[in-house]
């Protein structure tokens, strides 16, 4: 079946810095790439959608300049959390899903993100 | 008309019961009504999913019950197991050639079954 594959699984990093996330599709084209964050006892909110080639489609009150949004190419794409402040500490999910099966979402493992 | 809501936030089973989860939606564009586990720590993964042509689906221990007419879905877990102990996420999308289009989830259900 279809594999995303998401890295780091946590990190640490200090205030101020800058964090990427990657999600690889393994054995799929990621036409579409979904960016959630999750909050403990909580659902997931969608963060932003990116077609591969073009800009990311942000939601609501989600700042474009902090979560940058990269989908060069249609097996990866990237979240950088920039000058991360210990509010950015979560937990950021990606899904990925290919026109090729129209109802199909395939979720990575996650990364907990944590900024002391 | 984007929300999907899900009932009981949390629910409490003994081991060989069944977990009931409901959900409902409003926007009738919805066509992919799937549901989710995720264990702490991890990313969500598919359980099952339906679409409206059907009223039920069955995989193994796992139902989907789905009323077009009400709006509503349900996942049904037959003779619950320690292992199936965690968060359930019930969730709806328009599908077919729309590459953006997205999933909306419900709420959650921390189900905890006892041993």
């Known amino acids: 079946g279809a594999v995303v594959s998401q890295h780091p699984s946590w990190v640490i990093c200090k205030s101020g810095t800058s964090v990427k996330i990657e999600c690889r599709s393994l054995?799929?084209?990621?036409?579409?790439m979904f960016w959630y964050r999750q909050f403990p006892k909580q659902s997931l909110m969608l963060m932003a959608t990116?077609?591969?080639?073009?800009?990311?489609?942000?939601e609501q009150g989600v700042e474009k300049d902090k979560f940058l949004i990269n989908h060069a190419s249609l097996t990866l794409s990237t979240l950088t959390v920039t000058s991360a402040h210990p509010e950015d500490s979560s937990f950021y999910i990606c899904?990925?899903?290919?026109?090729?099966?129209?109802?199909?979402?395939?979720f990575g493992s996650g990364t907990r993100l944590t900024v002391v | 008309q984007q929300q999907v809501k899900q009932s009981p936030q949390s629910l409490i089973v003994q081991k060989g019961g069944i977990s009931i989860i409901n959900c409902a939606y409003e926007?009738?564009?919805?066509?992919?009504f799937p549901w989710y586990q995720q264990f702490p720590g991890k990313g969500p993964a598919l359980l099952i999913a339906?679409?409206?042509?059907?009223s039920e689906k069955k995989e193994g221990r796992f139902t989907i019950s789905f009323n077009k007419s009400a709006k509503q879905f349900s996942l049904h877990i037959m003779d619950s197991q320690p292992g199936d102990s965690a968060t359930y996420f019930c969730?709806?999308?328009?599908?077919?050639?729309?590459?953006?289009?997205?999933?909306?989830f419900g709420e959650g259900t921390q189900l905890t079954v006892n041993p």
């Open positions: 990116s077609n591969e080639g073009s800009k990311a489609t942000y």
């Open positions: 926007n009738t564009a919805f066509d992919y």
């Open positions: 054995d799929f084209q990621a036409t579409t």
């Open positions: 969730a709806a999308s328009r599908g077919g050639r729309t590459s953006g289009s997205r999933l909306t």
């Open positions: 339906i679409r409206p042509d059907v």
């Open positions: 899904s990925a899903r290919t026109l090729a099966d129209s109802y199909g979402y395939t």
